[in-house]
Each structure stands twice: as structure tokens, then as C-alpha cells.
């Protein structure tokens, strides 16, 4: 498949119905994207991936995006979500070969879960962004919960006033963040389900404790965000991955800088440097 085509995926069998796309030829590279956000949202649009020679698969998650929402029955917690991407590695990927797994916050901390799951599929495990670090505080399922009922209450612009009022944004970043959270918000079909999954997912634990990560050999790249610019993936819970994975590497733009994770073509610049150099793990 050329570079520039995409072919979508329908990922069918247990659960719900996953929408995604593929593109590009080469090694496998699949990608999961956070909370409130579609695929799109993992390297925003960029191919540099796929013009490094890399097959590039990416996928709305259970409610979100395309997506259908989780059947009567389930949630939206990560042993679901982890489910989820074990669904779309065996799919779209075969059940053997190996590929480079890389996800941005509630994407990290299911990437990571699956890691811990199946360390013998994956050739490189990139984690962006990621928060959670053993703890679920009150605080912050109180924060989630207000999510939620803003946008079920008032849509896509009291979910925006609420990240604008409770974030803490650094006025610098205050528009550039809340454009793209109107933006990302307004790609989902059914937001309602979003609704619940910012339910879901505050009360969920990907794994027991950061120390279990000490058992994960995979290499992995941590990309971490300054604080000013990203207040809700803190810079030291990055820090904290890269200590508790015994084969890992941290980047992240200069300070400053708008925050590496949201720079789609110089992130996948860093993605493609990380699995080039890790090619005979494929």
C-alpha cells in the first residue's frame, strides 16, 4: 500500500465494533490515542511514519471516534480497553508478527497493560504522556466526574468551559488548548459514551503498581511534557516510567516549547529514530 493510502479497518468479534485506518508499507507500527480523543490524535495527522517505511495502524477506542460504544454488559475500564487492543494487534497485524506499540496518556497506560500482557509481541513500546502512577486519588476522580457531567449536560462547549475553569492552563497556552480540546470533541458520534468512559477510565488501574513495570523488558521510549503547557500529564510521572522500566529513554521539547506530544511530525520523527534503531527486535 502506498504511503499516502489509507484502508479502513472495521475490527469486529468480542465487544464492540472498533473502527481505524492503515497506511503505509514496512514494520508495523500501532498506535493508541487518550481519553476524549480519536486517533487522530496520536501523531495529528502527520505521515512521517509511514514515508520512514513504516505500516501505520491507528484506531478510535470503544466509544470514542467511529467507534460503537461498549455493549450492555461492559465498561470502559482498561482490562477492556487492553482487550480492545489485543483485538486489533491480532486483526490487523496477525497473531505472530511482532510491531511497535506507542500510546498518548489513557493510549500509554493501555499500551503499557498490554506490554505486561504480551512482552513477546512487541518489538519497541513508546509511552506519551503518561499519568497514572499506582494511585487513584478522590481529588482526581471528582476532576473526571465533572468532566463527564459537563459534557452530558452542556456538550462540547460546557466540556471546554470546564477544562478552561479547573485545568490550571498556563495563560501562554490557554487558546491553543482549548482549540484543540473543541476540536477533538467535536469528532466523536457518540458522546455520551465518551461521557462514560471519563467515568470508566478515572476509576480503572492499567496495572497494579509502577513497580511492576520493573519486570518489562520491551525498549521503550517515554515522551514526557513540561507543565506549563500540559498540566494534566505532569513531567515527573513521565520521569517516573522511565525509573520503574529498566530499558527505557526519555525525550521532550526544550522548555518552552509547545510540548513534543503535540508536534505530530517531529514526534513521529523521534517514533521512527526510536524504531529504526531498534529494527532487529522485528
Not at 482490562?79 to 498518548?104: C, I, K, N, S, T
Not at 452530558?152 to 490557554?174: L, S, T
Amino acid at each position: 500500500m502506498a504511503a499516502g493510502a489509507a484502508e479502513q479497518l472495521a475490527i469486529a468479534g468480542a465487544g464492540p465494533t472498533l473502527r481505524g485506518e492503515s497506511a503505509g508499507e514496512g514494520p508495523p507500527a500501532l498506535l493508541c490515542h487518550g481519553i476524549t480523543a480519536t486517533r487522530r490524535y496520536v501523531v495529528h495527522g502527520s505521515r512521517s511514519l509511514e514515508r520512514a517505511g513504516h505500516r501505520v495502524v491507528s484506531y478510535d477506542a470503544r466509544g470514542h471516534g467511529e467507534s460503537d460504544p461498549a455493549p450492555a454488559g461492559e465498561g470502559y475500564g482498561y482490562p477492556r480497553l487492553v482487550d480492545d487492543l489485543e483485538r486489533v494487534a491480532d486483526q490487523a497485524l496477525g497473531g505472530e508478527r511482532r510491531f511497535f506499540l506507542a500510546g498518548h496518556s489513557m493510549g500509554a497506560h493501555t499500551a503499557v497493560g498490554y506490554a505486561l500482557r504480551h512482552p513477546e509481541r512487541l518489538a519497541g513500546l513508546v509511552v506519551i504522556g503518561p499519568v497514572y502512577r499506582g494511585e487513584i486519588s478522590d481529588g482526581s476522580i471528582a476532576y473526571w466526574d465533572g468532566l463527564a457531567q459537563a459534557l452530558e449536560d452542556g456538550g462540547v462547549d460546557a466540556f471546554v468551559d470546564y477544562i478552561d475553569r479547573e485545568q490550571g492552563i498556563d495563560p501562554a497556552w490557554r487558546d491553543s488548548v482549548l482549540k484543540f480540546t473543541r476540536a477533538r470533541l467535536e469528532l466523536h458520534r457518540h458522546p455520551e459514551a465518551v461521557a462514560r468512559a471519563l467515568r470508566d477510565v478515572a476509576r480503572s488501574a492499567p496495572f497494579r503498581a509502577l513497580a511492576d513495570l520493573h519486570r518489562l523488558e520491551v525498549p521503550t521510549l517515554v515522551v514526557a511534557s513540561h507543565d506549563a503547557a500540559d498540566p494534566g500529564h505532569p513531567y515527573e510521572a513521565a520521569l517516573a516510567y522511565a525509573e520503574a522500566l529498566p530499558n527505557s529513554g526519555v525525550v521532550s521539547e526544550m522548555p518552552g516549547e509547545s510540548p513534543l506530544a503535540w508536534q505530530g511530525g517531529k514526534l513521529s520523527r523521534e517514533l521512527a529514530a526510536f524504531f529504526a534503531a531498534r529494527a532487529d527486535n522485528l
